[in-house]
């Protein structure tokens, strides 16, 4: 098999904003410290980037400015999800067209497509546009799991090229491996089963931890490259109260209320989320000084 084309820790970018306005200088702020800790990727527009609250000109301005900016240095794979398939395709379309490297592309949600509906719709869309799409499986968000079946599937065309699996069920990468021949990137979408996922067999994570904590969680992955496995656990062990305190609150609220305590955005998130409660803040600010972020 192939190397993987996307592995290793890939950020879910948050979407900082200010005064109801996406803050571009915030916004290339925190990705080059992304890329300054050594990040192999970087996710803008997905869920953790607020995708579902963002205007369409938005959405193509943050992904514009992602792709400029990282100028190559790490992947850059665009958030392109969409309830409808053809608003999919041309977010798939435009993210081409900027110089994006691949598309993340989630389960439609609401409308809770049957299993043929889905391999329908995401064979339409790496028919229409010839970039690497990865599945995005988070049932607990959309309504909809991905089966198994339907992602081996889907694996069989040549533009779909792995899957970041967020139901934090190891059995998952198992059966992937066993059953999918070809080279298929396995990225977990779990940072709290990170470390057991690498362990089953995958490829890395799209991490929301990351925003705030990208030098523990890439030495995370490093360890478990190298067979430190030791090591890996300690970092596990030193991260896993974040990984939890970061979804305390609707995210990405907490991420954003970490990062702004250390002065790199506003907390300021879109309705209808709401900014971090007041009983949470206690547990993150705790939960970072236990990663010895703060």
Same mark, same amino acid.
């Given at each position: 098999m192939t190397a993987p084309l996307f592995? &290793? +820790?890939?950020?879910?970018?948050?979407?900082p904003l200010r005064d109801g306005n996406v803050d571009t200088a915030a916004f290339e702020r925190l990705l080059e410290r992304? /890329?300054?800790? #050594? $990040?192999? &990727?970087? +996710?803008? $527009?997905?869920t953790t980037g607020e995708s579902a609250t963002l205007h369409p000109q938005e959405h193509q301005a943050v992904v514009e400015q992602c792709v400029r900016i990282a100028a190559g240095r790490i992947r850059v794979i665009a958030g392109a999800g969409a309830s409808a398939?053809?608003? *999919? /395709?041309?977010?798939?379309?435009? *993210? %081409?067209a900027v110089g994006a490297d691949g598309a993340l592309v989630v389960t439609p949600y609401?409308?809770?497509? =049957?299993?043929?509906g889905l391999a329908l719709h995401y064979e339409a869309i790496a028919d229409a546009v010839q970039l690497p799409v990865l599945l995005y499986n988070v049932p607990g968000r959309t309504g909809v799991d991905l089966a198994?079946?339907?992602?081996?599937?889907?694996?069989?065309?040549?533009? +779909? +090229? #792995?899957?970041?699996?967020?139901? #934090?069920? @190891?059995?998952?990468? =198992?059966? @992937?491996?066993?059953? /999918?021949?070809?080279?298929?990137d396995l990225i977990s979408g779990d940072d709290g089963s990170f470390?057991?996922? !690498?362990?089953?067999?995958?490829h890395g994570v799209i991490s929301v931890t990351s925003n705030v904590a990208p030098e523990g969680m890439v030495a995370l992955y490093d360890a478990v490259m190298a067979g430190d496995l030791e090591t890996a656990r300690l970092w596990q062990d030193r991260l896993i109260a974040l990984h939890k305190a970061l979804f305390l609150d609707n995210s990405p609220s907490p991420t %954003?209320? *970490? !990062? =702004? %305590?250390? &002065?790199?955005? *506003?907390?300021?998130?879109?309705?209808?989320?709401?900014p971090t409660a007041a =009983?949470?803040?206690?547990? /993150?600010?705790r939960a970072m000084s236990d990663a010895g972020i703060v």
């Open positions: 592995k &290793g +820790v890939i950020t879910a970018l948050i979407t992304q /890329i300054a800790a #050594g $990040v192999h &990727g970087v +996710v803008p $527009v997905g398939t053809d608003k *999919a /395709i041309d977010m798939v379309r435009h *993210a %081409k609401y409308n809770r497509p =049957s299993q043929e198994n079946e339907t992602a081996a599937r889907l694996a069989a065309h040549p533009n +779909v +090229v #792995g899957i970041k699996d967020a139901t #934090g069920d @190891m059995t998952r990468v =198992s059966w @992937m491996r066993a059953n /999918i021949a070809r080279q298929f470390l057991g996922y !690498l362990a089953h067999g995958g %954003k209320y *970490a !990062l =702004s %305590k250390l &002065g790199l955005c *506003a907390e300021d998130v879109r309705l209808p989320l709401a =009983s949470a803040r206690p547990h /993150i600010d």
